[in-house]
């Protein structure tokens, strides 16, 4: 079981990028996103195992959002991690914000316990829209990706702290407007 420190869309903004997941669904042997049950969300951290517990991650995810009110995230384009499979995630404007939240809870928990791409120098803010790309549908969705060219805008609004699989919510609060 891990257990990572997010923040996400808790609100119809995310619709747009739910509208994403399903486009890109289509090039998943099985929808990944949908299947979480969760909204979309950047995550600060992933812990593995019993080594960080559950209160001392929130209590980072409390001090790294003191203060922070609710973050209005642009995106203007779709990227992927390569590997097999391919990954497909949503693009942020630069966000001061997310590096600074990021940053905090970093330096609050060692960042030796966390995942090597949550680290810092390694972490890349993004909003996944699949996480099992089909490799025979790699380019198709690369395709994809390329030719996206709108703009979307998502309300970022509550900060949480959840174990997975299956995700499961340990502690949640909204930020304020």
């Known amino acids: 079981m891990a257990l990572a420190i997010n923040i996400r869309a808790d609100n119809s903004s995310a619709d747009?990028?739910?509208r994403l997941w399903d486009q890109v669904g289509a090039f998943e042997?099985?929808?990944?996103?949908r299947a979480l049950g969760y909204r979309p969300h950047f995550t600060f951290a992933i812990y593995d195992g019993p080594t960080?517990?559950?209160a001392a991650a929130w209590d980072a995810m409390l001090a790294a959002s003191a203060g922070e009110t609710q973050l209005r995230v642009e995106f203007k384009r779709i990227r992927w991690f390569e590997g097999s499979p391919l990954v497909l995630w949503a693009g942020p404007a630069v966000d001061e914000a997310l590096a600074r939240i990021h940053r905090t809870v970093s330096a609050a928990i060692d960042p030796a316990h966390c995942r090597p791409h949550y680290r810092p120098g390694a972490w890349t803010p993004h909003c996944t829209?699949?996480?099992?790309?089909?490799?025979?549908?790699?380019n198709d969705a690369i395709a994809f990706a390329r030719a996206f060219d709108r703009s979307i805008e998502v309300m970022f609004d509550v900060v949480d702290c959840v174990v997975f699989p299956p995700v499961r919510i340990v502690a949640e609060t909204r930020l304020a407007p």
């Open 16 to 18: 747009e990028i739910e």
């Open 29 to 33: 042997a099985k929808a990944s996103m």
């Open 52 to 54: 960080i517990d559950e």
């Open 129 to 138: 829209l699949g996480t099992a790309i089909a490799d025979e549908r790699r």
